[in-house]
């Protein structure tokens, strides 16, 4: 074993002594250009190597001076395939007498969450049924086939263009579900395959680019429901959630009447979340980052829909047709995604365990076969975040041994009837506006 490191140490050389650091020569390691972290006890200087991560800078950032062992094992497929690109930034290692995890971590829980995970590697959970989402991407492009055949039997009248709307939205919202398990690499064994279909679910079947869900969607998955971290929580100024409105309160801060905003979200978060928000995202990413192939996606998408209905409603019937199915699969999005994470803790950084942190952000939504359907399996949504790269059929299956650890050590395994969790997302709401006014008021 090696010296004591000193900050600034450059990549440790082949053969010999890795030199030792301490959590404190570790810590002041988080700043912008300046990143360390630790993956089973190996430290990495990743400052220069952090802009060509394929999951983006920020994901990898998210965890500087942290043991990221954890998330490194959640988010990665072929570990060994990894650390290739790991050991040329290597430049130590912790120090034999410094714990595996920096500050006041629960060092038990975290070794049974890691049995745990080599206990569901060792169930072959891990491992996809292909049949069941080639099921999945058939009823999907069935679903197109029947849309556009209801109006080429039917004609464009009131009663059978509702009709597609409503089977057009219902379609695009099991492709958000689809392209999500190959975003998570949870479908095919090969990393490359599932961005590939990941890209033709994403452009082709939606119009939108596959860089630009993965870049927005690991981080929420790394830092949930993380102020600044977490960018489906980072809402403000718009909506304020958890510890945002004490914060706007007491800095006398009123954009918008946050007291109300149970009410006015009903305006602004579901019909438009994916009509406005996420197409003018999601366009700016394509352009600033010069994704041209996912461009070409999208531009395919658009061609076929118009294409498809421009000859039954003209340019504005098929724009109108357009509106409607993305307002309606925006209502399922906001409230399928957001029924686990909104009635949360959302916070600051806490520096908590892989496990305590996902299990503080997230909760379960009672199973039936018509809600995993309807919700993608995110009703399992504990089993999938501590596990992101296991195949949602899998999550039954691993959720007693969750359940157990969870019983283990005191940590709350919460599970909601449907409708509870969709009326919870707008209590939570109302209860961030109440506590904003009151602290407004009287600070």
């Known amino acids: 074993m090696g010296d004591v490191g000193e900050p600034g140490r450059g990549p440790a050389q082949p053969g010999a002594p890795l030199p030792t650091f301490r959590w404190e020569q570790i810590r002041p390691h988080n ?16 400052s220069r190597w952090a802009q060509r991560h394929p999951g983006g800078s920020r994901l990898i950032g998210h965890h500087g001076a942290e043991d990221a062992t954890d998330a490194f094992h959640a988010f990665h497929q072929d570990l060994n395939f990894v650390r290739k690109f790991l050991q040329p930034l290597l430049i130590g290692e912790l120090a034999p007498e410094e714990p595996s995890q920096d500050g006041p971590q629960n060092a038990q829980l975290v070794e049974d969450f890691r049995a745990l995970r080599q206990a569901a590697e060792d169930m072959k959970l891990f491992e996809a049924k292909p049949a069941f989402f080639a099921l999945l991407l058939g009823h999907i492009l069935a679903m197109e086939v029947l849309a556009w055949l209801t109006i080429y039997l039917l004609g464009p009248g009131w009663v059978p263009s509702t009709l597609a709307a ?21 479908v095919f064994r090969k990393s490359q395959w599932n961005h590939l279909a990941q890209q033709f679910v994403m452009g082709q079947l939606k ?20 102020f600044h ?41 579901p019909p438009l979340l994916t009509l406005v928000n996420f197409e003018v995202e999601n366009l700016a990413y394509m352009l600033v980052c010069m994704r041209w192939m996912d461009l070409l996606w999208a531009a395919s998408f658009y061609s076929r829909f118009f294409l498809c ?16 199915v993305r307002v309606l699969e925006s209502h399922w999005f906001v409230w399928i995604t957001q029924m686990n994470h909104i009635p949360k803790e959302i916070g600051h950084e806490k520096h908590r365990d892989w496990a305590s942190s996902q299990l503080a952000a997230t909760c379960n939504v009672e199973p ?25 059929h899998n999550y039954r299956r691993v959720a007693p041994l969750v359940k157990a650890l969870c019983a283990k050590h005191g940590l709350n395994y919460e599970v909601k009837p449907f409708l509870t969790a969709l009326v919870d997302i707008v209590g939570s709401l109302k209860k961030s506006g109440d506590i904003w006014l009151e602290a407004y008021l009287h600070q």
């Not at 409503?166 to 949870?186: K, N, P």
């Not at 995993?372 to 296991?390: A, K, R």
């Open 31 to 46: 700043l912008p250009g300046d990143k360390w972290l630790v993956i089973e006890r190996r430290v990495y200087d990743i």
């Open 166 to 186: 409503l089977v057009l939205a219902t379609s695009q919202a099991q492709c958000w579900c689809l392209q999500h398990d190959l975003g998570h690499t949870s």
């Open 207 to 226: 119009g939108f680019s596959a860089h630009w869900w993965n870049f927005r969607h690991f981080q929420h998955h790394a830092k949930p429901n993380i």
């Open 229 to 269: 971290k977490d960018p489906d929580v980072t809402v403000a100024p718009v909506f304020l959630l958890g510890e945002s409105s004490v914060e706007y309160g007491r800095k006398k801060r009123r954009y918008l009447p946050y007291n109300h905003q149970h009410l006015y979200f009903f305006l602004i978060g």
């Open 309 to 324: 209905y421009i000859p039954f409603y003209g340019v504005p019937g098929a724009l109108l047709l357009f509106v409607a």
């Open 368 to 392: 039936s076969l018509f809600i995993d359907w309807f919700s993608g399996h995110l009703n399992f949504q504990i089993e999938h975040h501590l596990f992101p790269t296991m195949p949602r």
